[in-house]
């Protein structure tokens, strides 16, 4: 398989993620109605993808350091497509979210497995080049899954917007049934793989790096927070239509693309962190305000593309760093930082909805705010010492 090609199909697989979470988003009041459901309850579906999304990280990993890379992949692809189509059939809430789960859970497989297939295939002259290519992709995906997933709603249902996401896990699956094994026999895991999983504890006992990752998790929820909540917002609190929130959605999503690019050009790791964690702190500051005191549209949306301009910056800036400080068990240690912020915008997603909308979403931002700025403290004094 030529290179082009085997790229063009790691690329798809790597923008599950942001798929997996944001392709339906604009579909969220409509379905309010159809399953006779709260909001706070329909969110609780994007905490299911959001935490299949970070377990299937942890797990999947190991799974295809034993088995290898193909017959994983396809198994997850399978499933991908069989629990979207369970999504598409379901009339009752509490299916549709154990289907969202299962979505989340094996879309991680295309997360996890692309890369690995990179590693196993490329040297590393080229390796640092693809990798630069997926990066390109998951910036740009968050921009182009509500945006495309509001057109698909605005032509369709919900249930078609579905459809897309399955039609597009089987044409996947056709392209990786032609796929080579990456990783030879001898390559493998050897151990069983439950006892792969030790490798993780001391990870977790590493403070600096726990700090880092904590800090992007916390600016991830942030913008979870502000993902989960942005439908009924947009549409319900300021009156747009579901194809002018997906257009605002991609405007904003611009805003971690640009953040990523500004910190790519920066050589003082630690004076970038500091910028984007109190301009995160500003940001949703302002936010929060423009929210409760009614300001008009256009001044609730600056604030919220710099939030998501500061969330682009902390993002890789944290992870470099997090990284930087574990001297083994680095893949175990890039895992983490896979799922740290999946798991914490889990428990974010369904709490915007309790209540009003508006107040349970300044809280939320303030707070995951705030923890970031102290978390960052907590990073400066662990440098000095």
């Known amino acids: 398989m030529r290179k082009r090609t085997l790229l063009l199909i790691l690329g798809n697989l790597t923008a ?8 339906y988003l604009a579909c969220l009041p409509r379905m309010t109605l159809y399953f006779a459901a709260s909001p706070s309850v329909i969110q609780t579906s994007l905490t299911a993808g959001m935490w299949g999304l970070a377990a299937g990280q942890l797990f999947v990993g190991p799974v295809s350091d034993k088995f290898g890379r193909k017959w994983p992949l396809i198994a997850c692809l399978v499933l991908f497509v069989l629990s979207t189509a369970g999504c598409m059939l379901s009339n009752d809430i509490r299916p549709f979210i154990f289907f969202r789960l299962l979505q989340g859970l094996t879309g991680a497989g295309g ?29 740009a995906a968050p921009i182009a899954a509500p945006l495309l997933g509001g057109l698909a709603f605005s032509l369709t249902s919900w249930q078609g917007t579905f459809a897309v996401l399955g039609i597009w896990g089987v044409l996947l699956t056709w ?42 998790g916390f600016a991830g929820a942030a913008l979870m927070a502000y993902v989960s909540a942005s439908p009924f917002i947009f549409q319900q609190h300021f009156s747009l239509t579901p194809l002018q929130y997906s257009g605002c959605f991609a405007c904003n999503a611009l805003g971690l693309v640009l953040g990523s690019a500004v910190v790519m050009r920066s050589t003082d790791l630690h004076r970038a962190m500091a910028v984007g964690t109190f301009g995160l702190l500003a940001a949703g500051v302002l936010m929060s305000t423009a929210l409760l005191a009614g300001w008009p549209f256009l001044l609730f949306e600056v604030p919220v593309f710099c939030l998501l301009f500061c969330v682009g910056i902390l993002t890789p800036v944290t992870m470099t760093l997090a ?7 680095k893949g175990v240690a890039s895992a983490l930082l896979g799922a740290t912020p999946y798991i914490l915008g889990g ?13 349970p979403l300044v809280a939320l931002i303030l707070l995951t705010v705030v923890a970031g700025a102290l978390l960052w403290a907590v990073s400066r004094r662990l440098e000095r010492r």
């Open 16 to 23: 599950f993620g942001p798929f997996v979470t944001d392709f």
């Open 111 to 139: 997360l996890v497995i692309s890369k690995a297939i990179l590693a196993d295939k490329f040297t590393a002259a080229e390796l640092a080049r693809c990798f630069a290519l997926l990066a390109a992709v998951q910036g």
């Open 175 to 216: 392209m990786c049934l032609h796929l080579q094994e990456s990783l030879r026999k001898e390559q493998r895991l050897t151990m069983p793989v439950w006892k792969s999983f030790a490798s993780y504890l001391p990870v977790l006992r590493n403070a600096r790096y726990m700090t880092a990752n904590l800090l992007q």
């Open 323 to 329: 990284v930087n400080v574990v001297h083994e068990h």
């Open 347 to 359: 428990v974010v997603a369904p709490l915007t909805g309790m209540g009003d909308m508006v107040h």
